[in-house]
């Protein structure tokens, strides 16, 4: 049975925070039964099933991908800084990722984002050879050493954008940073029947595809929300939609849009043991719904967006919500909410987190509201619904934020 997710496990977070010290000077089994925890409660339980890639994600250390200052969050399900406000992805996204191009142990793969090496260490145990561009160069330099004791990885730091020609075309391709539209040289380097997944979308509203080429053209196939860092380099200069931090919005906070092709909502990402219901909504025609009857096990959804504290000093956040017979997980900190966290420019969290709730028993549709003051250092933040490792069910409608000027009542 699975444990609690650990993205929404903000007590365990507190916990490895105070014991760091003792963290960081653990035996290498230690950490492997971290890892291996992580693969059975946040991998496995979550519906990947390729064997060969469950194996390869318990092989990779992923504490040597991570900063030291970092190293104590390695096995946790959550992005994490990584410096030059780029991050690792959760490790469920890579193995999801990874499961979804079907690697062969004779393909060729392409990697655009290279970042720490994770995901390069991950498919250097699947495939017969790994290519990866990093565009920050910081960072291509990092990973290119780490990446050294497996030499069926060729690293180099570039454009993504641009592909690797050289080495063309690809069985595989798998980008791991966020263009408005799919790189045309990526495209023609993709090999006729190859699969490449990325995502695409705008800079908080992003959904992963899975790319078949068939033809000379690509199919494609909606898979699931993400967020992930934007494509930078010439995949950004040509990006028409940009963010507008300075009137940060919840998208789809109804719940009305779906993925196409899915009955998963827009806009919301990790979404966990939750359904969009299309009866008995408080506005509009569907509403959010979190069920879990074990306590402590992730069930929540979120969103990311863009936020200036130099030009947005307080925001509303408010919603709409019920509770069925709703009650602590494992400990009393373990209840719904709806929770929000602060970023600064590198990407690193700005404690602490400010909440809407936490709420228990049983009441019918009711909306609550609050205003709080965000951090000057904001730029990014990250929304967060659900029951959080309570038992129970709740329903969400009109999740919002609203900034708030000295003239707004």
Request: proline share 9%.
């Amino acid at each position: 049975m699975p444990r609690p997710a650990a993205f929404f496990a903000f007590t365990i977070c507190l916990a490895l925070h105070a014991a760091a010290p003792a963290l960081q000077a653990q035996t290498s089994q230690f950490w492997e039964r971290l890892r291996n925890r992580m693969v059975d409660e946040e991998i496995v339980a979550a519906g990947v099933t390729n064997p060969r890639v469950i194996r390869a994600v318990r092989m990779v250390p992923r504490h040597e991908h991570v900063p030291t200052s970092q190293r104590r969050y390695s096995y946790l399900d959550m992005a994490l800084p990584i410096g030059n406000a780029q991050t690792i992805s959760p490790p469920f996204v890579v193995a999801f990722m990874t499961e979804a191009i079907d690697p062969q142990p004779e393909d060729k793969v392409l990697e655009i984002g290279t970042g720490s090496g994770y995901q390069a260490a991950i498919l250097s145990h699947l495939v017969k050879e790994v290519y990866t561009i990093e565009i920050v160069e910081p960072l291509g330099k990092q990973a290119a050493k780490v990446l050294e004791k497996y030499p069926n990885v060729h690293a180099k730091i570039g454009d993504g954008y641009q592909g690797w020609p050289e080495h063309a075309p690809f069985d595989k391709i798998i980008v791991t940073c966020s263009p408005e539209d799919v790189p045309p040289k990526l495209i023609e380097q993709l090999k006729e029947g190859g699969r490449m997944i990325v995502p695409v979308g705008q800079r908080y509203q992003q959904n992963l595809y899975l790319f078949r080429k068939q033809g000379g053209k690509l199919t494609r196939e909606a898979l699931r929300p993400t967020l992930f860092v934007p494509m930078t380099g010439e995949a950004e200069s040509k990006r028409d939609v940009q963010p507008d931090p300075a009137n940060p919005a919840i998208y789809n906070g109804g719940f009305e849009e779906f993925v196409e092709g899915t009955t998963l909502p827009n806009g919301w990402h990790y979404l966990r043991q939750g359904e969009v219901v299309s009866e008995g909504a408080p506005a509009g025609k569907r509403f959010l719904r979190f069920r879990n009857e074990q306590p402590g096990r992730g069930c929540g959804a979120l969103q990311g967006l863009g936020i200036d504290g130099r030009k947005v000093k307080r925001i509303r956040m408010s919603l709409r919500l019920y509770a069925k017979g709703v009650r602590p997980g494992q400990n009393q900190q373990q209840l719904p909410g709806f929770l929000i966290t602060f970023y600064n420019s590198e990407r690193d969290m700005i404690p602490p987190h400010k909440s809407l709730g936490p709420w228990r028993g049983t009441f019918p549709w009711q909306t609550q509201s609050k205003v709080i003051d965000v951090p000057p250092q904001a730029r990014e933040a990250i929304v967060r619904i659900g029951l959080f490792g309570a038992v129970g069910e709740t329903g969400f409608d009109e999740v919002m934020l609203q900034r708030v000027d000295e003239r707004t009542p």
